[in-house]
């Protein structure tokens, strides 16, 4: 059997599954869509961060831009739901667009350049001269659409569809070559590749994974503010379970969301900011004892993982 | 009106110099970018709140407090956390993140311990120490911490204050990178770090004195926040990294004293969006920043062009 | 060996300025296939910023490059890997948490070869890289890292072949064992530039050599001449007194 076949039936297949039938016995409807929510955006990062080399301190300017997305058709044009998504997908393509000239920076000039520009989507979005068309600071009620059921089932799909496009990198040429461009670009311009190219790739479809994430999400909830959903914290967790875990593999992200995210939830609701202490403890010990993430600790024994 | 802004963008330009200068120096010798800058400022308001509050004395005595702790503060992180880091895979990437680490280890112990709740100090309380020494040497009575004038303008005391004191502070950094041994030898390391290691010059020494000093200069911007921005949270560490990043970027990263450009021109322009497009001023240092990234990533003073 | 054929190489009145400075200052050469041609010269006389020029890593700021018949000056270089062109670097970075296999994998997929492309373990064999095939290249020290450079170059199927200091911290074993892949790699019909600093390994292998000084040629022609030439000399000479 092909491994990414494989991947497909024993990573992505069982995970999908348990998902969706996890709302049937358990109770908290929500813990587990904001579960779906998170694997969907750690592996939004692990494609531009763990394969191309670019960390998304902005990340979740992609998600808001979809959330609102979402919001604006809604609102303004009526349209179903699902039509919504899609359009919020496509406004975080087009925000990755806007932004493509990010990628001639690196490293920390990178970083911090998405995180100014996701600064900058939310205050412009949250500014009270656009009411007219975002509600600008007031935030947005869709109770047209209010549907979690459905919102739910829509955030598996792109879950799976993630997982599929992970599965590919890991398991392609193109997936190798990306990882090549982020170890050296120019010999990865020497191996053939064309390193701009690839890089507008694996951002576009970072950006598009955040911008459907951010819709299923505005869909979700209906009432939101600006300040929720371009939240810092969306970016910080995203990177954080996907580091946790280990990048450029399709288990990582998977395996942090689940520890992390879980412990966020048995201890995190009432006092976030012991939380907060506790995963930045976790980035600090991580980075300096294990900065490949826990899937290292297999790989150091010689255990191949996916 | 125009004025005003100019005078009032200088006043706060220059303190905003004083901000990102220590993000600075540690980015030259180190190429570390300091994410935790921000939460350090924060900690230093926090000491010129408890010099007020504990001690009831001018809060102008938290600033040697402050820089000597973040000194120490500085000098020990260094040996904790950098020879691990130097030793990794991709230093300059996991410090991103490690420093980040501890900017959320900062703001979340700081909000056990304080609160969320928005902290000032009355404006007037700045600056005491003056008016005390004036009553008892030279009589007089003792006045109340007015407004100053300028160019026909009045300015809150604490702007003045605040910019004289961060024009000291570059001044002296200024004395140790230019007039001492171990600016000497800092100033090599920042040029060519490399080369700096092959000629037998003590790189963690010098890289951690740059530390130490980064702090605690930070620190001392810190002691000024709660009367340049009226109030600070343990939250306000994220909003002052960026905008520091934002005038060291400006200036120049690597270079400190281009900083000091970075600060005015910053300020500057920060004062005219407040003034005349102030539902937009939000959106300034995240446009500026990323327009000079695009442009000129060297920053207004500087020769390295970084892209990938 | 043919070097009366059709060059394949042709570079006219190339300049390259790096702010003021010329680094290279109106360099012609050509080169044919199945040709060995060394560039050699002092340090910064502009034989890597030539290769550089070459390979497409800069645009340059006048003269001509024809490679083929067609001007590829300016053009990107993994668009000039598919037509045909390839290098390995001084300091060669390889893909340093890859194996050395999807190192090479890299350059097989996405290199375009243009006739079929070598098969993998063949190449891991000649070069000295079978038992650390399914190793990450950072485990390889600096010579192997330098044949991994060359396997991923030679992964393309090269015409052109730019080889920038690959003797460099060889030892003398290794040193005829990577002349004799040379040579033979010119024997299969491609042409090859080389930049050298070891004089004894130039002579062995070259057909001709252009002396660079100051981004110009100053001498063409056999090593063994080149060495007799006044010119040649006060450059080598002075290069060293200035260094």
Not at chain 3, 17 to 25: E, M, Q, T, V
Not at chain 3, 206 to 217: C, F, H, M, Q, S
Request: aromatic residues 10%; glycine residues 12%; charged residues 10%.
């Amino acid at each position: 059997m092909p491994s990414a076949l494989r991947h497909l039936l024993f990573i992505m297949a069982p995970l999908v599954v348990v998902l969706a039938v996890l709302p049937g016995v358990y109770q908290n409807h929500l813990l587990l869509f904001n579960f779906v929510i998170f694997l969907i955006l750690a592996q939004g990062v692990n494609i531009i961060y763990g394969f191309t080399g670019y960390l998304p301190f902005g990340y979740v300017g992609f998600f808001g831009a979809g959330a609102y997305g979402f919001a604006i058709m809604v609102m303004h044009l009526q349209a179903p739901a699902v039509v919504a998504v899609v359009v919020a997908g496509l406004v975080g393509v087009a925000l990755g667009l806007l932004l493509t000239p990010l990628l001639r920076l690196s490293g920390a000039y990178f970083a911090i350049a998405n995180l100014a520009a996701s600064l900058a989507v939310l205050h412009l979005v949250a500014n009270p001269a656009l009411e007219s068309i975002t509600k600008g600071p007031y935030g947005v009620s869709l109770t047209g659409t209010f549907n979690p059921n459905s919102a739910y089932i829509a955030a598996l799909v792109v879950l799976a569809l993630t997982l599929a496009g992970v599965v590919y990198l890991k398991n392609s040429s193109f997936g190798l070559a990306l990882q090549a461009v982020r170890e050296d670009s120019v010999s990865a311009a020497m191996s053939g590749v064309s390193v701009v190219k690839m890089r507008v790739i694996a951002w576009l479809a970072s950006a598009l994974v955040a911008g459907l994430a951010g819709g299923i999400y505005a869909w979700y909830v209906s009432v939101f503010y600006p300040d929720n959903v371009f939240s810092g914290d969306f970016s910080i967790f995203a990177i954080v379970f996907a580091l946790f875990g280990g990048v450029a593999t399709i288990t990582g992200p998977i395996v942090g969301v689940i520890i992390l995210y879980g412990i966020y939830n048995v201890i995190g609701f009432t006092t976030p900011q012991y939380f907060q202490l506790i995963y930045g403890l976790l980035i600090m010990g991580l980075v300096l004892f294990l900065p490949a993430g826990l899937v290292s600790l297999a790989t150091r024994r010689g255990w191949h993982v996916p | 009106m125009l004025t005003y802004a100019l005078v009032a963008g200088v006043l706060f330009g220059l303190y905003f110099s004083l901000v990102g200068i220590g993000l600075n120096l540690v980015f030259g010798v180190m190429r570390i970018v300091n994410l935790a800058h921000g939460d350090i400022l924060m900690l230093g308001a926090f000491i010129a709140l408890g010099v007020v509050t504990l001690a009831g004395i001018d809060p102008l005595f938290a600033v040697p407090l402050a820089f000597i702790v973040f000194l120490i503060v500085g000098l020990l992180l260094y040996w904790v956390l950098v020879p691990r880091l130097q030793g990794s895979v991709n230093p300059e990437m996991l410090s991103i993140i490690l420093f980040f680490g501890l900017s959320q280890v900062i703001e979340a112990i700081t909000t056990i311990f304080a609160g969320t709740s928005e902290r000032s100090i009355q404006s007037r309380l700045l600056g005491t120490v003056f008016t005390t020494i004036q009553v008892k040497w030279f009589g007089g009575k003792p006045g109340r911490g007015g407004p100053i004038q300028i160019f026909g303008q009045s300015f809150p005391a604490p702007w003045v204050i605040a910019a004289g004191t961060s024009l000291i502070a570059i001044g002296l950094v200024y004395l140790y990178l230019y007039r001492t041994r171990l600016g000497t030898l800092t100033r090599a390391v920042m040029s060519r770090r490399d080369e700096a290691l092959a000629t037998g010059i003590d790189v963690d020494r010098v890289s951690a004195a740059a530390f130490g000093v980064g702090l605690g200069l930070a620190a001392v911007a810190g002691v000024f926040a709660p009367f340049m921005f009226g109030s600070v949270t343990p939250a306000f560490g994220a909003d002052a990294t960026v905008t520091s990043f934002a005038i060291v970027v400006l200036g120049s990263l690597g270079n400190p004293l281009g900083t000091a450009l970075g600060g005015v021109v910053y300020g500057v322009c920060y004062m005219l969006v407040q003034t005349y497009l102030s539902s937009w001023a939000d959106l300034l240092p995240y446009v500026l920043l990323i327009l000079i990234l695009l442009l000129r990533p060297s920053g207004l003073l500087g020769r390295q062009v970084r892209v990938a | 060996m043919s070097p009366e054929a059709k060059p394949i190489l042709n570079v006219s009145k190339l300049v390259k300025r790096f702010g003021g400075f010329y680094a290279l200052d109106g360099l012609s050469f050509h080169v044919a296939p199945g040709e060995i041609l060394g560039l050699v010269g002092p340090n910064g006389s502009g034989k890597t910023t030539a290769i550089n020029v070459i390979s497409g890593l800069y645009a340059p700021d006048g003269g001509e490059v024809a490679f083929d018949g067609q001007q590829i000056g300016g053009i990107a270089s993994h668009r000039l890997v598919h037509r045909g062109i390839n290098r390995t670097f001084q300091v060669p970075k390889p893909f340093m948490s890859l194996t050395v296999r999807e190192n090479i994998k890299v350059a097989l997929s996405y290199g375009r070869a243009m006739v079929a492309p070598p098969a993998i373990n063949e190449l891991l064999e000649q070069y000295r890289l079978a038992e650390f095939a399914e190793r990450p290249a950072s485990e390889l020290n600096s010579a192997q890292q330098k044949m991994l450079d060359l396997t991923r170059a030679l992964a393309t199927r090269p015409r052109l072949l730019l080889l920038d200091e690959l003797a460099a911290g060889l030892n003398p074993a290794e040193l005829d064992w990577i002349a004799g892949h040379i040579k033979a790699l010119a024997a299969s019909g491609v042409a090859i530039i080389v930049v050298e600093h070891l004089m004894g390994f130039i002579e062995h292998i070259t057909d001709r050599v252009i002396v660079l000084n100051a981004g110009k040629e100053i001498f063409e022609g056999k090593l063994a001449a080149a060495v007799k030439e006044p010119q040649v000399i006060e450059v080598f000479l002075g290069g060293e007194h200035a260094a």
